[in-house]
């Protein structure tokens, strides 16, 4: 079973040229970390390709691929826009040995732009699942015409990737599941709140206190999901009591199909798991919604004392379950809990709310034209300072210069810094405002029928 992907590359033409001629002397000028010669440098590193037993050209020639697709570039003057595309196609852990990871790229290579396009193809062994690389030149050899990677070719790369796969005894993916946003990939990697696995938690978390489908359902309410379920649908759907769209349970993964959420629920010790839902559905007393309602906010004390802007912000960080701290208060909507991811940046608001007293939004965006002002004053001292420095006849004159310089650029970076976060909370105010909506309707629909349970937890 293999994935695929393609992504286009940026540089300066120049800077390759100067790279090929003379790759140990010569310093690129651009700094960009994605031109071909960097692209090259990457795909064809012996230390991940066997001391480059594991690399082939097609239409060119390995040891001068670089000067030939270069070559072909300056011949019908296409030197500007995307240089090259980079792709990749991965395999599962053990799947495929080296040589036949090559051979498949080799022929994958082939059948997509072997007709046309100058390719450099490479397999990397420094990691337990095997991989090849793929290096295409941007523009055409035959006629000069650029690679147009419109959807089309997207459903072609994958599709002669199966067929290939296919025809050496490999699985394929029967359903892919699209593309993960980078952030959201990344997030997921190092176990953060987002959305996907914000419902997982919420699942595992229902089978764990249901004894039956019904409980499972009810748990998962708690925990702020609907999910829609119809024993004839192929799959079950999950989503927020705040939203309308809806998510298909496989794509959480194989654990979080129809079929196996079934099976976890059935695998639980009965006896157990329905005292857990009653320990957790414990009720008590009936009391007014407002009586509690009212209290949610009296329990920060600070919130009597403060005002505007930051008495906004301590509302949200309470909502948060940050503030006051050590507290036990946890957010009751999905879309909340998601909102944790920006903690670090939620806070670096709070303390610059607190720092200059912002009663209003308009205060910040006063606050940023006040720091551009600065920073535009700040760099022209400095760029004097620089022609100062340049023209110093003693070394001692040229560090004083140097000094005062640094002294200016460490101001211009903590006012850049505090111009970015007060855009931040600019930018942040309709998600704020959105998000803070969503769990007054969670507490409210808690307190349905004039009654709330307990917010004890068994975890």
Not at 135 to 142: A, G, K, M, P
Request: charged letters at 30%.
């Amino acid at each position: 079973m293999a994935t695929t992907s393609l992504w286009h590359i940026e540089g300066s033409l120049n800077d390759l040229i100067n790279y090929v001629e003379n790759p140990k002397k010569t310093t690129a000028k651009s700094e960009s970390k994605h031109d071909l010669s960097n692209l090259f440098d990457y795909v064809t590193r012996e230390d991940k390709t066997k001391e480059e037993q594991y690399v082939s050209g097609i239409n060119c020639l390995k040891e001068i691929a670089l000067k030939q697709m270069i070559l072909t570039k300056q011949q019908f003057g296409k030197t500007k826009g995307y240089i090259a595309w980079h792709g990749y196609q991965s395999f599962q852990p053990g799947e495929v040995s080296a040589e036949e990871c090559h051979k498949i790229g080799v022929e994958l290579a082939k059948k997509m732009w072997g007709d046309r396009f100058q390719v450099i193809v490479t397999t990397h062994l420094d990691r337990e699942h095997l991989h090849n690389h793929f290096c295409i030149n941007s523009v055409s050899y035959l006629d000069g015409k650029k690679y147009n990677y419109s959807k089309s070719e997207i459903h072609r790369l994958r599709r002669t990737s199966d067929e290939i796969c296919l025809a050496h005894g490999l699985s394929v993916i029967e359903k892919p599941m699209g593309k993960t946003p980078r952030s959201i990939y990344f997030a997921e990697k190092e176990n953060a709140p987002t959305k996907y696995n914000l419902m997982r938690s919420a699942i595992d978390f229902a089978i764990e206190h249901g004894a039956t489908h019904s409980q499972f359902l009810t748990v998962l309410r708690e925990e702020g999901y609907i999910c829609e379920i119809n024993n004839r649908a192929r799959c079950w759907m999950i989503r927020s009591i705040n939203e309308r769209r809806a998510t298909r349970l496989y794509r959480l993964g194989e654990k979080y199909t129809n079929v196996a959420i079934r099976k976890r629920i059935e695998a639980q010790p009965q006896r157990e798991a329905y005292e857990k839902y009653r320990s957790l559905m414990g009720m008590v007393a009936s009391k007014p919604y407002r009586d509690y309602y009212q209290g949610f906010w009296n329990q920060l004390s600070i919130m009597r004392e403060v005002k505007g802007l930051k008495s906004y912000y301590y509302r949200y960080c309470y909502l948060l379950g940050i503030l006051p701290p050590e507290s036990e208060h946890r957010p009751l909507s999905p879309e909340l809990r998601q909102a944790l991811r920006y903690i670090e940046r939620y806070s670096e608001e709070v303390r610059l709310v607190g720092k200059y007293d912002f009663e209003t939004y308009q205060n910040v965006e006063q606050f940023i034209e006040n720091n551009n002002e600065k920073i535009l004053q700040l760099e022209k001292e400095r760029n004097k300072l620089h022609n100062k420095c340049s023209r110093a006849k003693t070394a001692e004159e040229k560090r004083q210069y140097l000094t005062q310089k640094n002294a200016l650029t460490e101001q211009l970076t903590a006012i850049r810094k505090e111009s970015r976060t007060a855009r931040h909370i600019l930018a942040d105010k309709d998600s704020m405002e959105r998000n803070t909506k969503i769990e007054e309707r969670a507490i409210e629909s808690r307190f349905r029928g004039g009654r709330y349970r307990t917010s004890e937890r068994i975890r």
